[in-house]
T-cell receptor, first 113, second 113 residues
Framework: AQSVTQLGSHVSVSEGALVLLRCNYS??????LFWYVQYPNQGLQLLLK??????LVKGINGFEAEFKKSETSFHLTKPSAHMSDAAEYFC???????????FGTGTSLTVIP | NAGVTQTPKFQVLKTGQSMTLQCAQD?????MSWYRQDPGMGLRLIHY???????DQGEVPNGYNVSRSTTEDFPLRLLSAAPSQTSVYFC????????????FGPGTRLTVT
């Protein structure tokens, strides 16, 4: 089974600062990769995904992520944090040949005014 | 287009009681799944289905049953509730293949006393 590691269960940034949330996966075969956001008391919402093609993927709300095969990573970034970005963020992978999704344990992002 | 709906939103059970969590989607997705979310553990897959009549176990299936008689519905049954099943439950659905990002329901918060 896949494992997904999100470094840092809590990340705090100042408003306007760079957001960097880290995600590493375990598979030797590149899987499909996803970032989801969860606001309090809500379900998860897709931010962006990588399946094939360009390794730099742009998503909603100004977020982007880069797939780096050599590092088995899919880190999420946003150049300038906004108060509304405060939420829980989950990285997930899905094997190309399988049907299951594997989620990381999540990173809680706090934005300091 | 309602997306993924879940009922109930909140439920309190006594140990040993049984109940069914309902999930429905109107997007004609082949794939449906149930997750539980516990603090610090991310989302863990309970059961999933790749089509009507086809179900399989995920990471934490014990104590739960599912069936998929239609494309739209994927109920989750707790056979004999235990305090360890206190959690937030999410249903999700997606297409298979490249377009496989999951759409999540709003969740059911279950407490077992």
């Amino acid at each position: 089974a896949q494992s997904v590691t999100q470094l840092g269960s809590h990340v705090s940034v100042s408003e306007g600062a760079l957001v960097l949330l880290r995600c590493n996966y375990s598979s030797s075969v590149p899987p499909y990769l996803f970032w989801y956001v969860q606001y309090p008391n809500q379900g998860l919402q897709l931010l962006l995904k990588y399946t094939t093609g360009a390794t730099l993927v742009k998503g909603i709300n100004g977020f982007e992520a880069e797939f780096k095969k050599s590092e088995t990573s899919f880190h999420l970034t946003k150049p300038s944090a906004h108060m509304s970005d405060a939420a829980e963020y989950f990285c997930a992978v899905s094997e190309i040949t399988g049907n299951q999704f594997y989620f990381g344990t999540g990173t809680s992002l706090t934005v300091i005014p | 287009n309602a997306g993924v709906t879940q009922t109930p939103k909140f439920q309190v059970l006594k140990t040993g009681q049984s109940m069914t969590l309902q999930c429905a989607q109107d997007m004609n997705h082949e794939y449906m799944s149930w997750y539980r979310q516990d603090p610090g553990m991310g989302l863990r897959l309970i059961h999933y289905s790749v089509g009507a009549g086809i179900t399989d176990q995920g990471e934490v299936p014990n104590g739960y049953n599912v069936s998929r008689s239609t494309t739209e519905d994927f109920p989750l049954r707790l056979l004999s509730a235990a305090p360890s099943q206190t959690s937030v439950y999410f249903c999700a659905s997606s297409y298979l293949g490249l377009a496989r990002e999951q759409y999540f329901g709003p969740g059911t918060r279950l407490t077992v006393t």
